[in-house]
């Protein structure tokens, strides 16, 4: 079982940057693909980013395209969403997931516990 801690998250000003970290535990971390999502109260959990597992293959949302990026270093079993000119509205609990998959597309089945983004008008 993988284990996966996210980090970076906090209070920002609308228009401000945050860039969050997720490590795996799994030494095979280079092989699988990994993904960012998010989570406001009351709304469903959303895709907002994925990556191959070897940085070929991307994914962003439409809703953010443009302002973020993921990224990873294998070496370090870390995925990062840089998050520019953020939005009041993406306030959530950002999570990263794991998917037992080299590709970004299919199901995440694993997820850190989640790292606060609070964006404030």
């Known amino acids: 079982q993988v284990q996966l801690v996210e980090s970076g998250g906090g209070l920002v000003q609308a228009g401000g940057s945050l860039r969050l970290s997720c490590v795996a535990s799994r030494r095979t971390f280079s092989s699988n693909a990994m993904g960012w999502f998010r989570q406001s109260p009351g709304k469903e959990r959303e895709f907002v980013a994925a990556i191959s597992a070897e940085s070929d293959s991307t994914y962003v949302a439409a809703s953010v395209k443009e302002r973020f990026t993921i990224s990873r270093d294998n070496a370090k079993a870390t995925v990062y969403l840089q998050m520019n000119r953020l939005k009041p509205e993406e306030t959530a609990v950002y999570y990263c997931?794991?998917?037992?998959?080299?590709?970004?597309?299919?199901?995440?089945?694993?997820w850190g516990q989640g790292t606060q983004v609070t964006v404030s008008a």
């Open positions: 997931g794991y998917r037992n998959g080299s590709t970004w597309r299919g199901l995440y089945a694993c």
